[in-house]
């Protein structure tokens, strides 16, 4: 009778102590080296936001002071300004080509304008409305 409640004790003991072993004490299994650990995959970087670029053109609103072939004055709530005509320049009246000599002292005009690297400014565009007869 002895014998057999100390049996499955025993039993029992052994069955929690291999049960409760740490991984780390069992047998190796292979002689090959261990691998290194694959990398990590790199991680996707956040697509960059591009800052927002200034405008190359300045623009403005006001009224012709003096205008010529060559240039044009331009009086506006910050003063006055004035811009070279040239070849490049986009003259328009009511959204339609047009030459400077449509333009006349006196029209309300908006624009563009560049700033050279000598401080130079040139009109990209001069707009005005036509007026209404």
């Known amino acids: 009778m002895k014998l057999s409640i100390i049996t499955p004790a025993l039993v029992a003991v052994l069955g929690f102590a291999l049960a409760s072993a740490p991984a780390t004490v069992q047998a190796q299994t292979s002689t090959a080296p261990a691998a290194a650990p694959a990398p990590a995959p790199a991680a996707t970087p956040a697509p960059a936001v591009a800052p927002k670029t200034k405008s190359a053109y300045t623009t403005y609103k006001g009224t012709i002071s003096a ?67």
């Open 67 to 133: 205008i010529d072939a060559t240039s044009v004055t331009v009086t506006t709530a910050k003063g006055d300004i004035k811009l070279a005509i040239d070849a490049t320049t986009k003259i328009e009246v009511s959204h339609k080509k047009a030459a400077a000599t449509a333009f006349a002292v006196g029209d309300k005009v908006t624009g563009s304008y560049t700033t050279g690297a000598d401080g130079t400014l040139t009109a990209h565009s001069l707009r005005k409305k036509a007026v209404a007869k």
